[in-house]
């Protein structure tokens, strides 16, 4: 990137650009957005746009309309200095130690403390390196079902961003059926990637990874692999209520389901969608921000009880995968 353009914005505009931003998709090719909390005690956020050439006025004008707190603040831009960019935002992002976790950037590949299990995530254009609370609350859900004793032998991650809650979920169950999707193809090729840097199998069958550009769970293979014992999905609050029929489609009765990308104030519908489906609640991880929701699907009792209709799902036709 060579230049960046900045505006002020609030903690609700920052939390709606979190993902995908459709409104710059017309310009070609369209910015990194990031935003960030500049000072917590006054909660000023700001959002850095990047871009390889001078902006123009109308992709100004269209970062100025995502962030209406700004009012007629005027973009900061200016150009940056050659440099390598990945390597300086590599070195300002701390590892991450959540349950048996350790995930770190190649700044931190001697920091390792004993006894842990890492994973080396570079910065990438994929969302999941472990800094974000959604990530790491997921990764110290799956710690936890691994110390309860939980064995799933069929795994599916959707929304996978850089692999690395499929690769610690194979860390756990070395034996289990693996599948990781993302409805970006830059995310697969990341995660093709990551796999190799940390010594993921790839393919199919126990132990092995298989990976699908797929959006939700719309992928053959998604489909002839199921029911799944375990469902991780760490993507949006929306999304998450949109696919519950399908993430309860696809997951065994009994078996879990790992969601995460919501706030705190989007839990009550996320899990009200969940429970819809046949899901309760069962523990709760991340921070008082960004919970990790763990699900279980209820089982079927008895001999040839037919289960209720309200608690069928098929496939909908939902066209996303990952934010």
């Not at 990194?32 to 004008?61: C, K």
């Not at 705190?264 to 969940?274: C, I, L, S």
């Not at 763990?294 to 608690?311: C, D, F, I, V």
Request: hydrophobic content about 45%; charged content about 20%.
């Amino acid at each position: 990137m060579s230049w960046i353009i900045s505006l002020p914005c609030t903690r609700d505009e920052a939390e709606a650009l979190s993902g995908e931003v459709p409104e710059l998709d017309a310009f070609a090719p369209p910015p990194v957005v990031v935003t960030r909390e500049i000072d917590e005690e006054a909660g000023l956020w700001q959002l850095d746009a990047y871009v390889d050439d001078e902006p123009d006025a109308a992709l100004l004008t269209a970062l100025q309309v995502l962030v209406p707190s700004a009012g007629g603040t005027v973009p900061d831009v200016a150009e940056l200095p050659p440099q390598d960019w990945v390597t300086l935002s590599q070195q300002g992002l701390e590892p991450v130690r959540a349950g048996r976790f350790f995930v770190h950037t190649s700044s931190h590949s001697d920091a390792v403390p004993p006894g842990a299990v890492p994973f080396l995530i570079d910065a990438s254009q994929a969302f999941g390196t472990g800094g974000h609370d959604t990530t790491a609350g997921c990764l110290a859900m799956l710690d936890q079902l691994a110390r309860r004793g939980v064995s799933p032998r069929n795994i599916a991650d959707i929304g996978t961003g850089t692999g690395l809650l499929a690769f610690a979920a194979l860390a756990l169950w070395p034996r289990a059926r693996t599948i990781a999707s993302d409805i970006d193809p830059m995310s697969i090729r990341v995660t093709q990637g990551n796999a190799a840097i940390n010594r993921v199998p790839l393919g199919r069958g126990g132990g092995r990874l298989a990976l699908a550009v797929a959006p939700g769970t719309e992928h053959p293979a998604i489909r002839h692999r199921a029911p799944y014992d375990l469902v991780i999905a760490n993507i949006l609050a929306g999304p998450l209520i949109t696919l519950a029929p399908d993430i309860a489609a696809a997951t065994a009765p009994g078996g879990h389901a790992i969601l995460a990308g919501l706030i705190a104030r989007q839990m009550e519908p996320v899990v009200a969608a969940y429970q819809a489906q046949g899901f309760h609640l069962a523990a709760r991880e991340g921070s008082a921000e960004w919970p990790c929701l763990l699900l279980r699907k209820r089982r079927r009792y008895g001999w040839r009880r037919k289960e209720r209709a309200r608690h069928r799902a098929s496939p909908s036709d939902a066209t996303f995968g990952s934010w």
